[in-house]
């Protein structure tokens, strides 16, 4: 055996690994580097007009600290809940054939799971703007 390669637990090589960490180390060191550099040599003109937040142009008004409804965080979970749920009909779908028909019945299941919440959902109300 090569002196460089050393054998852990007798199946892997330290030195397939080097490679990797030779590019994370140069990565990182290249991406604080820059990140040092642009904040040493950029320019540093600090004025009222500058310093004021931008949101896409409008104008602010009021305080950003002000609450927020909580409809519209009510909303967003529900939202990722239900996008999710898309996610998880990807294996189903490229393993139709081999799941059968016990599959079918657990994503059967699945979904009623899914379309029960969604009408607990809309009989409380949640997704109701108007109050």
């Known amino acids: 055996m090569h002196p460089i390669l050393l054998n852990i637990s007798g199946n892997q090589e330290v030195s397939a690994f080097v490679p990797v960490v030779i590019h994370l180390i140069v990565a990182v060191?290249?991406?604080?580097?820059?990140?040092?550099?642009?904040?040493?040599?950029?320019?540093?003109?600090?004025?009222?007009?500058?310093?004021?937040?931008?949101?896409?142009?409008?104008?602010?008004?009021?305080?950003?600290?002000?609450?927020?409804?909580?409809?519209?965080?009510?909303?967003?979970?529900?939202?990722?809940?239900?996008?999710?749920?898309?996610?998880?009909?990807?294996?189903?779908?490229?393993?139709?054939?081999?799941?059968?028909?016990?599959?079918?019945?657990?994503v059967l299941m699945f979904v009623a799971f899914f379309i029960c919440g969604f009408i607990y959902v809309l009989k409380k109300g949640a997704l109701k703007w108007e109050d």
Do not use: C, W
Not at 80 to 92: G, K, M, N, Q, T
């Open 29 to 106: 060191t290249f991406v604080a580097l820059l990140m040092a550099l642009t904040h040493l040599l950029g320019p540093k003109r600090k004025t009222s007009d500058k310093l004021i937040n931008f949101e896409s142009g409008i104008e602010q008004i009021g305080n950003a600290r002000q609450p927020m409804g909580v409809k519209y965080f009510l909303v967003a979970i529900l939202f990722i809940l239900f996008d999710v749920e898309v996610i998880f009909f990807y294996p189903y779908a490229t393993n139709i054939r081999e799941l059968g028909q016990e599959g079918f019945f657990a």
